[in-house]
C-alpha cells in the first residue's frame, strides 16, 4: 500500500509516471490502494473542475453500420438486427426533451456511414439543433469521415467529437476490426478532427481479450500526448452474436475484475490528464447497474449521458449484452442522477455545453 500511495501522490502532484508503474497502479484490486487512488483522483477533479456532473441527452440516432467490427453488436454483418435511421424531426424531439429540462448539451451517436446521404443528414440535424437552441453543446460521435466531412460538421456548429482509438495497441486494433479498419486511418482520423476544430475526445475499451495492463498504460500516455481534452471508455462486454463475444467467458468474477479496472483507468486518466472531461459510460452501469454510474463519479469521471433518444428503438441499439434499455425520458433521468449524486456529494451542471476545462485553457493560452 505504501508503494501505491507514494505513486498515486506523485502522479496527484502533477509528476508523470513511466509506463511500468502506471500498469502496477492499474492492477491494482486490494481495497485500500484502489480506494486511494479513486478518492485522490476525486479530490483532483473537485480542486481542479469542481464537483459538477455535466449531463448529455444521448441520441443513438441510427444502428445502420458500414463496419464490422469483431465485438460490436451492431456490426453490418449481423442479419438478426432491426435497422433503424431516425429522421431530422426524431433527433430534435429527443434532443429538445434533454434541452427543456437544462442538460445544456447533446451527443449525436450512430454506426459508421460515409455516404452523402448521411453526411447531409448529420449536416441537418445539427442545423436543426443549434437553430432551436443556438447555446447548447453538440458532440458527435459517428465514427471515421473525412476532413472535409468533420469540416462540414463543425461548420454546421458542432463543437465537440468522439471517436475511440479502442485500443493503441496496434496488432490488437487489427485483430478486432475488420481488414478495411486500419489503425493509422482512425489515428489520422483524430488529428484530421483536431485540425477542424473539433473539441476532441477518444478512448479504449478495457479488459479486451488479449489486452495486457501494459497496453492499458500506454493508452493513457496516448491521450495524454495527444493532448485530448474528453475520455469515453468503458469496460469490454460480449456480445454472444460476434466473433469476440461469443467465446468470452462473462463470469461474476470477470465482471467484478473489469469494473475495478475501469475504474482504476478512469482514475489515472484524472490524475494524468487533469482538466479533461472523463464519462463514466453506460458499459460500466451495465456490469454494475446499481453503483457503477456513480463509482465512476466517484473515480474521477465527470460526464453522465442518458439515453433521450425515441424509447421504441432504444433496443435495437444493442452494442454488447445486457446494455441497459431504459424507458425513462430526460426529466425522470436527471430526476435520479440528482438524487444518486447528491448522495455522492456531487451536483448536475445546469444549462451550459459543459465544454472541458482543457479545451477551455488550451484557447486561452
Ligand atoms: N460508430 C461510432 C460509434 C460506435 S459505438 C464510432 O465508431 O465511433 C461507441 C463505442 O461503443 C465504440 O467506440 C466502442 O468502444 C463501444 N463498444 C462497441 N462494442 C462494445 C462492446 N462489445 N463492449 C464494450 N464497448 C463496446
Redesign the pocket.
Known amino acids: 500500500m505504501s508503494d501505491a500511495k507514494a505513486l498515486v501522490d506523485a502522479l496527484f502532484a502533477g509528476d508523470s509516471l513511466p509506463e511500468e508503474k502506471l500498469a502496477f497502479l492499474l492492477g491494482m484490486s486490494d481495497p485500500d490502494s484502489v480506494d486511494y487512488l479513486h478518492s485522490k483522483a476525486n479530490e483532483l477533479k473537485h480542486r481542479l473542475i469542481g464537483n459538477k456532473v455535466y449531463l448529455r441527452g444521448l441520441v443513438e440516432f441510427s444502428n445502420v ?1 458500414s ?1 464490422d ?1 469483431l ?4 456490426r453490418k454483418s449481423n442479419d438478426s438486427v432491426h435497422r433503424y435511421t431516425m429522421s431530422v424531426d426524431e433527433v430534435l424531439a429527443g434532443a429538445s426533451q434533454a434541452l427543456d429540462a437544462d442538460f445544456g448539451s447533446v451527443v449525436l ?4 456511414r460515409s455516404d452523402e446521404n448521411f453526411v447531409d443528414l448529420v449536416e441537418k440535424m445539427i442545423l436543426a439543433i443549434k437553430n432551436k437552441y443556438p447555446d447548447c453543446g453538440i458532440t458527435i ?4 469521415e473525412s476532413l472535409d466531412v468533420y469540416r462540414r460538421w463543425h461548420d454546421a456548429g458542432a463543437e465537440r467529437y ?3 482509438i ?1 485500443t493503441t495497441n496496434q496488432k490488437l486494433f487489427q485483430d478486432i476490426h475488420d481488414a478495411k479498419s486500419l489503425y493509422s486511418k482512425r489515428l489520422q482520423a483524430l488529428h484530421d478532427l483536431q485540425e477542424a476544430g473539433f473539441i476532441t475526445g477518444s ?3 478495457i479488459a479486451l481479450p488479449g489486452q495486457t495492463l501494459s497496453d492499458l498504460a500506454r493508452d493513457l500516455i496516448f491521450f495524454r500526448d495527444m493532448d485530448l481534452d474528453m475520455i ?1 471508455m ?6 454472444p452474436a ?1 466473433p ?2 461469443a467465446s468470452f467467458k462473462d463470469d461474476d468474477s470477470s465482471r467484478r475484475q473489469r469494473v475495478i479496472l475501469s475504474l482504476n483507468m478512469i482514475a489515472l486518466a484524472r490524475l494524468l490528464l487533469r482538466d479533461v472531461n472523463i464519462a463514466s459510460t453506460t ?1 460500466l452501469q451495465t456490469l454494475d447497474p446499481s453503483r457503477g454510474i456513480v463509482s465512476g463519479i466517484l473515480a474521477g469521471a465527470n460526464v453522465i449521458m442518458p439515453n433521450v433518444g425515441e424509447k421504441t428503438l432504444r433496443k435495437d441499439y444493442l ?2 449484452a445486457g446494455k441497459p434499455v431504459s424507458d425513462i425520458d430526460a426529466k425522470q433521468a436527471k430526476a435520479k442522477l440528482t438524487e444518486l449524486l447528491a448522495a455522492a456529494g456531487e451536483e448536475i451542471a445546469v444549462g451550459t455545453p459543459g465544454h472541458p476545462a482543457h479545451y477551455l485553457r488550451r484557447i486561452r493560452q
Open positions: 453500420c463496419c467490427c465485438y460490436c453488436g451492431i451517436q450512430s454506426g459508421e460521435s459517428c465514427g471515421e468522439l471517436l475511440r479502442e478512448g479504449v475499451m469515453g468503458g469496460p469490454f462486454i460480449p456480445h460476434t469476440l463475444g458499459a452494442l454488447y
